[in-house]
């Protein structure tokens, strides 16, 4: 079952300009929030987390946005540069269990110079 | 640092042949341990994952198999490979209530 959900399979974006990634989710016990940065062949690396007590995390260029009422989060970037042309997973997890996490399909981000 | 390395990194094997995968984690002790696959154009599947040496628990039916010999050695295998079995393998760690660390990656095409 799809408990998360990434619902774009791409986006396009020129260099510069705001990067909005989006993920839905179903699982109300979720309650801690990540975005994951994977390029070609390699592994997923980590790139921000949200906690559901908190509703904005912001790490330099990178915002996760989280709305419990409406079970979205999203990922801003700005501004995009081309290396962050990657696909991007949502991945969430209940409390205090790392066994749970569950991973969207993925958002590939193409950054145009 | 904590480092985790997999290997190897591309593998193409005949459909019925065995499959052995081999990860490692290095500068933790008493990590959780995982196994995902990444089918082409899709998320991340959790395959396996375990807590401590010889603890395996299972997500999906598979014809795959995990085992944990060692507290940072994780092992993928199977007996007979599926052509459905053709995917990207990640291990990953974690320590308590943390994000995950995934390794490099193997390719996996099954013929």
């Known amino acids: 079952d799809q408990q998360v959900k990434q619902n774009s399979p791409s986006l396009s974006v020129q260099e510069g300009r705001i990067s909005i990634l989006n993920c839905d989710y179903t699982?109300?016990?979720?309650?801690?929030f990540l975005w994951y940065k994977k390029y070609p062949a390699e592994g997923p690396t980590f790139l921000i987390s949200?906690?559901?007590?908190?509703d904005k995390n912001e790490d330099g260029r990178f915002t996760v946005f989280l709305n419990k009422s409406a079970k979205h989060l999203s990922l801003h970037i700005v501004p995009s540069q081309p290396g962050d042309s990657a696909v991007y997973f949502c991945?969430?997890?209940?409390?205090?269990?790392?066994?749970?996490?569950?991973f969207g399909a993925g958002t590939r981000l193409t950054v145009k110079p | 640092s904590q480092t985790i390395h997999q290997w190897p990194a591309t593998l193409v094997q005949p459909v019925g042949s065995p499959l052995s995968l081999e990860c490692t984690v290095e500068?933790?002790?008493?990590?959780?341990l995982y196994w995902y696959r990444q089918a082409a154009g899709r998320g991340l599947q959790l395959l396996f994952y375990?807590?401590?040496?010889?603890?395996i628990s299972s997500e999906v039916p598979q014809n795959l198999s995990a085992s944990r010999p060692q507290d940072r050695q994780f092992i993928l295998s199977s007996k007979k490979l599926l052509l459905s079995d053709s995917g990207f393998y990640l291990c990953?760690?974690?320590?308590?209530?943390?994000?995950?660390?995934f390794g490099p990656g193997t390719r996996l095409t099954v013929l």
């Open positions: 500068g933790t002790s008493n990590p959780n």
């Open positions: 375990s807590v401590g040496i010889g603890q």
């Open positions: 699982n109300s016990m979720f309650d801690y």
């Open positions: 991945a969430a997890k209940g409390r205090g269990n790392n066994n749970d996490m569950r």
């Open positions: 990953a760690w974690s320590v308590g209530y943390n994000e995950q660390f």
């Open positions: 949200i906690s559901s007590i908190k």
